[in-house]
């Protein structure tokens, strides 16, 4: 196996999308190393997850910054010294600037929980309970100067039922950003993502000769189609 990717995860929250990278790396799928995390909140319970495995984390407050640039560039210089090669946002929420993206080209990627485009922004799910979608879902995405913009590397759907409110939707789309936030990092690891010429990111198949497997059933309808139909 070739060397494990170093990356760093930023978060603001409760950092249960680091807990899944941990567990995806400590199980064998994910072949990458989490240099560091870093919070811009002293309170994000992601900051204990870290602890508990034993990688390197801090806090970098933008209360301690004069800019937003001041505190891009504070961040990006910690993520430097330690060798990240990409930078993981898992519940980040914070804008960031044009010289922090473009310190990482196409290396630092997002988590958004609904189908982007639609719904980008703060609470997407509740956004998508208040819109009686039938679908939501989540989205990995190369990250762009735009708020929860940028190439698109997976998506996941869920059923989104009338009258359920925004809960069971959140909790069905975070079991899902689980699956695919590793699947999309390994791609990365493997070497196995690129931006094309049209600004879209595609997924290379895992052999030079092979082809990918786009032939599986990947068709949801909801409500269900009834029989005949
Ligand atoms: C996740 O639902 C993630 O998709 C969302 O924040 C939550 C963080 O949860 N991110 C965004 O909305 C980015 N615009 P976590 O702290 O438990 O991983």
Known sequence: M?????????????GSNLQSIIDHIEKGLLNACIKLVVSNDPLAKGLERARKHAIPSRVISPLEYASRERHDA???????????????????MRLIGKAFVHSFPNRI???????????????????AADAGVSFSGATVH??????????????GAVPAYPGEGREPLARRILALEH???PQALQWLAADRMRVDEHGLARL?????????????????VNPPLETGF
């Open 2 to 14: 070739s060397r494990p990717l170093p990356i760093a995860v930023l978060l603001s929250g409760g």
């Open 74 to 92: 504070a961040i990006v210089e910690q993520l430097q010294k330690t060798g990240a090669e990409a930078v993981c946002l898992a519940g980040y």
């Open 109 to 127: 990627l997002n988590i958004h929980p609904s189908l982007l485009p639609a719904f980008p922004g703060l609470d997407a799910q509740q956004q």
């Open 142 to 155: 190369f990250v762009d100067e735009e708020l929860d913009h940028g190439p698109i590397i997976i998506q």
């Open 179 to 181: 699956r695919i936030y």
């Open 204 to 220: 290379l198949p895992d052999e030079p000769r092979s082809a990918l497997r786009l032939d599986q059933p990947a068709c949801l």
